[in-house]
């Protein structure tokens, strides 16, 4: 099957201060990924789609000029939350669709990166 | 209402039960549906997707309703392994999940 990475896995920092968080399709080009967050015990909420090559487009709700998103390749997106708070504190779970169309809507998701704001 | 609905759980079976979720949406112009697994702390994974004329994996089956909008998960001779959250997916382009029914498979 399809694989997505992320990196990192986990990161821990202070408030006021900014992190990137990378998606990556490892075997296969997605046009389009999917940044969700999710609290505990909650579902993933799906904050922006990251389309490669233009600008994302985000939910309502989800701040664009606080978490930046640039999907640079096929096989590249970023997640950047600036000047990072305690209640940014959630799992960044990222996901993409393989370009092929017979998998259309199918996502494959990437482990996630646990953030913790202190 | 919420877009995707599913009883949270917990269902506490023993190993070798059948157990059943349902989930239900309110997107009549959906188009696609599936069923994920996540472990705790874990990424989501795909578990089937699933169809109008139904589809069975080994131990599982799914069934699709339009008309009733409503989503179904079947799990027959129930594993330790099994427990875990299902989360019900629905979805065109975007996908929309739910909160996810909780499983624990006792011994």
């Known amino acids: 099957g399809a694989v997505v990475s992320q990196h990192p896995s986990r990161v821990i920092c202070k408030s006021g201060t900014s992190v990137k968080i990378e998606c990556r399709s490892l075997d296969f080009q997605a046009t389009t990924m999917f940044w969700y967050r999710q609290f505990p015990k909650k579902s993933l909420m799906l904050m922006a789609t990251s389309n490669e090559g233009s600008k994302a487009t985000y939910e309502q709700g989800v701040e664009k000029d606080k978490f930046l998103i640039n999907h640079a390749s096929l096989t590249l997106s970023t997640l950047t939350v600036t000047s990072a708070h305690p209640e940014d504190s959630s799992f960044y779970i990222c996901s993409a669709n393989p370009i092929a169309e017979s998998s259309y809507n199918e996502q494959f998701f990437g482990p996630g990166t646990r953030l913790t704001v202190l | 209402r919420k877009e995707v609905e599913q009883d949270p759980g917990p269902f506490n079976v023993p190993e070798g039960a059948t157990v059943a979720f349902n989930c239900t949406y309110s997107n009549s112009a959906s188009q696609s549906f599936f069923w994920y697994r996540q472990d705790c702390r874990k990424e989501p994974k795909l578990l089937m997707s699933v169809y109008s004329s139904g589809n069975e994996d080994g131990r599982f089956t799914a069934q699709l309703n339009r008309a009733s909008q409503y989503i179904s998960l079947l799990i027959r001779d129930s594993k330790l392994s099994d427990s875990a959250t299902y989360l019900c997916?629905?979805?065109?382009?975007?996908?929309?999940f739910g909160s996810g029914t909780r499983l624990l498979v006792r011994p």
């Open positions: 997916v629905v979805g065109s382009y975007k996908l929309i």
